[in-house]
Nanobody, 123 residues
């Protein structure tokens, strides 16, 4: 059974940066898609970014495009989300997830989920 554990969240001022990490254990996630999703209080979960198994393909939500970068290190079984130029509207719990499918943004196609890490951006 696979397990995903996120880290790197915290409190940052608007315009600042954070780097989230998602460490996988219990199985290899070197194939398939790794993704990041977020959920703000009172809002539905939304897709943020995804990366394919080789790292050659990525996809971003329009709201984070140009500010966030997703990457992965299969040797370390870890996926990262570099977040720059953060805005108060980026405040949410960020979760990583793993899918056996090719690059997908659909939450229901992700099989494994982490517990999430809180990101708070102050204005």
């Amino acid at each position: 059974q696979g397990q995903l554990v996120e880290s790197g969240g915290g409190l940052v001022q608007a315009g600042g940066s954070l780097r989230l990490s998602c460490a996988a254990s219990g199985r290899t996630f070197s194939s398939g898609t790794m993704g990041w999703f977020r959920q703000a209080p009172g809002k539905e979960r939304e897709f943020v970014a995804a990366i394919n198994w080789s790292g050659s393909g990525t996809y971003y939500a329009d709201s984070v495009k140009g500010r966030f970068t997703i990457s992965r290190d299969n040797a370390k079984n870890t996926v990262y989300l570099q977040m720059n130029s953060l805005k108060p509207e980026d405040t949410a719990v960020y979760c990583c997830a793993a899918s056996p499918l090719k690059l997908t943004i659909r939450a229901h196609e992700y099989r494994y989920w982490g517990q999430g890490t809180q990101v708070t951006v102050s204005s």
